[in-house]
């Protein structure tokens, strides 16, 4: 990229508002400092300068965002209780629904626009957040990598050359750039993490069946889930303490409920834990560098130098891959069953549906289901000897723009396992785990490890990953296009 259009992105703004995150421009809000309109118009302003270049966004809902944020602003003025998140813009991946806007899959080939939001969207609305846009992800978010032939690439904001992983790429290019200060991913596979993990944010995949997928009663089968990728652990925590909750009658999964809220999880202090330091590949498709080992070992150290006893111990993995491959496919094949124009989509991804299709049924895909369950009582054993799993969250540094530029399915499928596989495990076993920023490399990439939790338990990795934040913070760190 040349410096003269870097200097065009970047130029002509103060950033600081925009790396208020989500408490801190709530507060401003509340406040009285600047209200939701000049806000959402502030990141609109944003939008406008920076996503012609990072290609985050699918949609901007810059008319109905400000509606809604004017609205908000009359309800502040009649002296009403304010929601938590009153006045804070956020972003919504292209799975979700959205009022009055298509719900794409990351595809050309829906026309359709939604008749209401999806529960996650709707409560973000009830505590007051301004839905500013839709966000990019892979067709389906099959690949780990925000590229597709309808929307093209969305390009990292520490490098625009690099990718930002995916399938919640669009958000997380969207978050690290300021462009909002935060926005909501879905999680099969590792695509919370593994974008956070590229970007330099924090991403926690909550329990199975802790967020609503409604009006869908599951996502991916038992894989998937929906949650925030922001830059803080605190600002992750109060948007959890705002999405979570099934939806009775709708959703196949519910998680059991916490003891406390995530909001009060992030201010305490966790004691002292057992956690397990482990590099080992989950999969043969999958190996850590030797620059993020490197990371992940300082990590370790970090945490034993905060009081916590530190052990190397692997989990006990085993072949999760016929326990995946069915729910991912059956995933897709419903999916796309639902597009009204099916010849638009990529040849893979019409591949992969069509090899979905049997697992698209009572049989097969509750079978994966059941496979999935058994083989993860036997990983999830770790937990009874440790509190916590630290591991890679991705094999490397953010990798080249374009993994899936001219490539068939075969060969797109193998780089997306690989940069996937210390992640696809606790989707198939459920529990939580979180990406979490762990410095950068020389060229100023960001590291990030994973933080694996026992099943329900993400009380406890917001406790130790906002532990990890006030010793070692990262929130203040600036990408080159911001």
């Given at each position: ?263 009060e999880a992030a201010v305490r202090e966790p004691g002292r834990l057992r956690i397990a330091l482990s590099l080992a590949a989950p999969a043969f498709t999958t190996s850590v560098d030797a620059a993020t080992a490197s990371a992940v070992r300082r990590m370790a150290d970090l945490l034993a130098d905060l009081g916590h006893e530190v052990i190397e111990q692997d989990p006990p993995y085993v072949d999760l891959s016929a326990a995946f491959a069915p729910q991912m ?114 060229t100023g990439m960001p590291y990030s490890v994973q933080l694996v939790g026992r099943p329900h338990d993400e009380p406890a990795l917001v406790t130790l990953a906002a532990q990890i934040e006030a010793a070692q913070p990262w929130a203040h760190a600036r990408p080159r296009l911001s």
């Amino acid at each position: 990229m040349s410096t003269s259009k870097l200097a065009e992105t970047t130029g002509g703004q103060n950033p600081e508002l925009a790396f208020e995150g989500v408490a801190g421009m709530a507060e401003k809000v509340a406040e009285q400092a600047i209200s939701a309109r000049e806000l959402t118009a502030y990141c609109l302003d944003r939008i406008d300068r920076l996503d012609p270049v990072l290609g985050a966004f699918v949609a901007v809902l810059r008319e109905e965002a400000l509606a809604e944020a004017a609205a908000l602003d009359e309800r502040q003025a009649r002296g009403e209780e304010l929601g938590p998140l009153h006045g804070v813009p956020i972003a919504i991946k292209d799975e979700n629904h959205v009022r009055g806007v298509v719900t794409g899959y990351g595809t050309g080939a829906f026309d359709r626009v939604a008749e209401s939001d999806s529960a996650v969207v709707a409560r973000l609305r009830a505590a007051g957040a301004v839905i500013i846009g839709k966000t990019a992800m892979p067709e389906f978010g099959i690949y780990p990598f925000t590229e597709s032939i309808t929307h093209g690439h969305t390009r990292n904001p520490w490098d625009p050359d690099k990718s930002t992983a995916g399938s919640s790429g669009g958000t997380a290019a969207a978050v690290a750039s300021g462009m909002v200060p935060a926005g909501i991913g879905g999680d099969g596979g590792g695509s919370i993490r593994l974008p956070s993990a590229w970007c330099g944010l924090f991403g926690l995949k909550p329990q199975r069946g802790r967020v609503s997928t409604a009006p869908n009663a599951d996502l991916w089968r038992a894989l998937g889930t929906l949650g925030p990728l922001t830059r803080s652990v605190r600002d992750s925590a109060l948007i959890y303490d705002v999405i979570s909750g099934a939806t009775p009658g709708v959703d196949r999964f519910s998680a059991e409920p916490w003891p406390i809220t995530l909001s009060e999880a992030a201010v305490r202090e966790p004691g002292r834990l057992r956690i397990a330091l482990s590099l080992a590949a989950p999969a043969f498709t999958t190996s850590v560098d030797a620059a993020t080992a490197s990371a992940v070992r300082r990590m370790a150290d970090l945490l034993a130098d905060l009081g916590h006893e530190v052990i190397e111990q692997d989990p006990p993995y085993v072949d999760l891959s016929a326990a995946f491959a069915p729910q991912m496919a059956g995933g897709v094949a419903e999916e796309a069953a639902r597009a009204d124009h099916r010849e638009r989509l990529d040849r893979r991804t019409a591949i992969v549906a069509a090899l979905g299709r049997p697992a698209d049924n009572r049989v097969i895909g509750p079978a994966a289901e059941a496979l999935g369950a058994r083989l993860s009582a036997k990983i999830l054993s770790i937990f009874d000897t440790v509190d916590v799993v630290l591991c890679p969250a991705v094999p490397s540094t953010a990798w080249p723009l374009g993994q899936l530029d001219d490539v068939g399915f075969f060969k797109a499928s193998a780089r997306g396992l690989r940069a996937a596989g210390y992640t696809i495990v606790w989707n198939v076993c459920g529990n939580p785990a979180a990406a979490v920023p762990a410095g950068f490399d020389i060229t100023g990439m960001p590291y990030s490890v994973q933080l694996v939790g026992r099943p329900h338990d993400e009380p406890a990795l917001v406790t130790l990953a906002a532990q990890i934040e006030a010793a070692q913070p990262w929130a203040h760190a600036r990408p080159r296009l911001s």
